[in-house]
């Protein structure tokens, strides 16, 4: 049951460049979309959302797209740092009362090169 | 800015064990979650936790595994009985009363080893 699916495993991106992760979703009823990334030996470090009636939201070197007729979202990081090299996870989530799960996608490893 | 912290870092057991994982959320937030990730794998959810009751759980989270807030600041996962294929990093992460969009925050996990 692949709600949310990272189709890939790694990127490498020169200094400076542009990175452009991808995610896809099967659930229409997500209603928002998480960013994280995570060191080894760390747990997951929140980076950016988005609500599903956006298209668009940025922070930063941030920028995370929604396509919901697609059903896929981005993140775009630029420019590219070093300390950027980690691995991404696009998560999701049907927010309501209570405690709601957060579904995960496999991840993407991104190495920025120097 | 406040921190989930887990205690311990690592945990190595033999087959059949309990093991008793322990995590203190931020102290303002009300629910609670307990995720796994295998290595090289996804992290998976396994089980939310509000008002002292389990709001839902995956399928993972069979009889062996419980939860429990005994003192109003720990919230722990037990196994009853480990298998090797429980080994793991586990991260306990918290959110608080009115929700950030879904954002939940994550402590640094306990890595799980079963021997």
């Not at chain 1, 300390?83 to 998560?91: I, L, N």
């Not at chain 2, 309990?18 to 794998?41: A, D, K, M, T």
Request: glycine content about 6%; hydrophobic content about 35%; charged content about 20%.
């Amino acid at each position: 049951d692949q709600q949310v699916k990272q189709n890939s495993p790694s990127l490498s991106v020169q200094e400076g460049r542009i990175s452009i992760l991808n995610c896809d979703y099967t659930n229409s009823m997500f209603d928002y979309f998480l960013w994280y990334k995570k060191y080894p030996a760390e747990g997951p470090t929140f980076l950016i959302s988005i609500s599903s009636i956006k298209d668009k939201n940025e922070d930063g070197r941030f920028t995370v797209f929604l396509n919901k007729s697609a059903k896929h979202l981005s993140l775009h990081i630029v420019p590219s740092q070093p300390g950027d090299s980690a691995v991404y996870f696009c998560a999701a989530t049907t927010y309501a009362q209570g405690a709601q799960k957060l579904v995960f996608g496999q991840g993407t490893r991104l190495t920025i090169n120097p | 800015e406040p921190e989930v912290t887990q205690t311990p870092s690592h945990q190595v057991t033999q087959m059949g064990q309990e093991v008793i994982l322990r995590c203190v959320p931020i102290s303002n937030h009300l629910y609670f979650y307990w995720y796994r990730q295998i290595l090289g794998q996804k992290v998976e959810f396994l089980v939310s936790f509000y008002n002292n009751e389990i709001s839902e759980k995956s399928e993972i989270f069979d009889d062996q595994f419980s939860v429990e807030r005994p003192d109003g600041s720990n919230f722990t996962l037990k196994i009853r009985s480990t298998k090797l294929e429980d080994s793991a990093m586990y991260f306990c992460a918290s959110s608080p009363p009115r929700g950030l969009h879904g954002r939940q925050f994550f402590g640094p996990g306990t890595r799980l080893t079963v021997l």
